[in-house]
């Protein structure tokens, strides 16, 4: 399908450095973006993957803020692979996002796994001809309105291999006859380096011959490391004739979830040795050394894992900046490689994050809120003092009526139902949650379809006390009315 827009690329000169942000679709507000902004500038970042939803767009003032600094966002739709979309509900999104100024969208998110797909579709034939049927108009879709594919990144190794995924998919759009979108598409990878060394698998196929689906002989090594990139410009240059650029969606060392317990400081040590070499061989202060495994010019960013969570997230562990204000050494080495300096003694010493006061343990200074492990006990993952939201900054909106946005805009029917409300209570009326995040009461007009509990449950966290309305439309007029 041919594209009815050029996509226009950012400078190449852009630096390479960039992080993936919160592993949910919550935190677009404002006071995110004043937050985490400066953190990000500090440490050089100059890509950000974000999670998106399918169904709503990403407030515009959390990515401009994002570009104005210099900050490529790279919005990642992990919609399960269960069956196909509407290309107009999100191709709408699409064409928003590339009036704002965006550049790249991922579709969907490890395929090649069996979890990514109902049991039922996982056990059918022709896996990767299913999968690029509902990917394809997706994929053409985003070109159209001028923004650049990413096809997504791939479990290495995984249920189905991972490079023989990646290489059929890739011979299964050629077949299709997909010239113009095979000339735009890049390839998202997810770069670990989960027990495995820096180096491990560099080169590719090229100088790991004996490699074979589901088989790594002794004395060879495969994709499944850092250097995964080598392995997938290597498959496109085989199955497309020209290599396809590389963005690292998710990168380096990260620490392992299934110990149940607390990093320890050699640990956290090692974590940031690992990528800061990464960091350096991408050409962040000093280049890489001569005996150092280049990366290659294809990778256009890599984005390390990972920035932040919410505190009760099973990811909290691995995350830079943990819940409480602590944060891991890497991120004083990044600022001081990002600000010029070569890296000292007091590179590994880390400082408090100042932080919504919502997310602090009150029973702790801020600079104390890392749990301490006992000596002769094993550490364990300390839950927050408190269960219930705790105030945070000023909500300078006493209350806010959050109305349902659709695609076709605002109803006007709510605003009639709401009219008996609105005269009761005097709220702010709008059709913005990063609005009713300032709001110290949140009345939200709609079901979970339209405003899904998880945001919801943002607002409470940011010390919003939120009530849902919802039903029918009668139900929803009577219950305007009675509050």
């Known amino acids: 399908m041919p594209s009815e827009a050029t996509p226009s690329l950012p400078p190449s000169s852009r630096p390479r450095l960039g992080l993936h942000y919160y592993p949910d679709a919550l935190h677009y507000r404002e006071c995110d973006l004043k937050t985490w902004l400066p953190e990000l500038k500090a440490m050089g970042v100059a890509w950000l993957t974000l999670l998106a939803p399918p169904d709503r767009a990403i407030p515009e003032p959390f990515l401009q803020g994002l570009l104005q600094a210099g900050i490529e966002p790279i919005l990642h739709f992990r919609m399960p692979c269960?069956?196909?979309?509407?290309?107009?509900?999100?191709g709408l999104l699409f064409k928003v996002y590339a009036a704002w100024g965006l550049h790249y969208v991922v579709l969907f998110d490890r395929p090649n796994q069996r979890d990514s797909w109902p049991a039922s579709a996982w056990a059918q034939s022709d896996l990767v001809e299913r999968f690029l049927d509902i990917f394809l108009p997706l994929a053409n879709q985003a070109l159209q309105a001028g923004i650049i594919p990413i096809f997504p990144p791939l479990e290495p190794g995984g249920d189905y291999w991972d490079t023989s995924f990646l290489q059929a998919s890739l011979q299964g759009m050629q077949r299709r006859g997909q010239s113009a979108l095979l000339e735009a598409l890049h390839l998202g990878a997810y770069a670990w380096t989960d027990g495995t060394s820096l180096d491990w698998g560099a080169g590719g196929p090229e100088r790991w011959p004996g490699v074979r689906p589901y088989s790594t002989p002794t004395g060879q090594q495969d994709q499944r490391g850092f250097y995964i990139f080598d392995w997938y410009i290597a498959h496109s240059q085989a199955a497309l004739g020209a290599p396809r650029p590389v963005i690292l969606l998710a990168a380096g060392c990260r620490f392992d979830l299934s110990a149940n317990s607390l990093s320890s400081e050699a640990e956290e040590l090692e974590h940031a040795a690992s990528n800061i070499a990464i960091a350096r061989r991408l050409g962040v202060s000093n280049p890489s050394r001569e005996n150092e495994e280049p990366i290659s010019p294809h990778v256009l960013a890599c984005n390390f894992w990972l920035l932040a969570t919410d505190p009760n997230d099973p990811m909290a562990p691995q995350a830079w900046f943990q819940p409480g204000g602590y944060h891991l050494p890497v991120v004083d080495a990044l600022r001081q490689l990002a600000s010029g300096e070569e890296l000292g003694s007091q590179s590994t010493?880390?400082?408090?994050?100042?932080?919504?006061s919502w997310l602090l343990d009150e029973d702790k200074a801020p600079g104390e809120n890392k749990p301490v492990e006992e000596?002769?006990?094993?550490?364990?993952?300390?839950?927050p003092a408190h269960s219930d939201p705790k105030p945070s900054t000023a909500h300078p909106i006493a209350h806010y009526l959050l109305l349902p946005l659709h695609e076709s805009g605002a109803a006007e029917w709510h605003l009639e139902a709401a009219k008996p409300f609105i005269l009761k209570h005097l709220p702010t009326v709008g059709y913005s949650p990063v609005e009713a995040a300032l709001a110290q009461q949140v009345t939200v007009v709609g079901g979970a379809q339209i405003y899904p509990e998880a945001l919801l449950d943002d607002l409470r966290r940011g010390g919003c006390q939120v009530t849902r309305i919802e039903g029918d439309g009668t139900e929803i007029a009577t219950q305007l009315a009675s509050s």
Do not use: K, N, R
């Open 349 to 356: 010493q880390s400082q408090p994050l100042p932080v919504p």
């Open 375 to 383: 000596p002769d006990a094993p550490a364990v993952i300390q839950e």
């Open 82 to 90: 269960s069956h196909q979309y509407h290309e107009d509900t999100l």
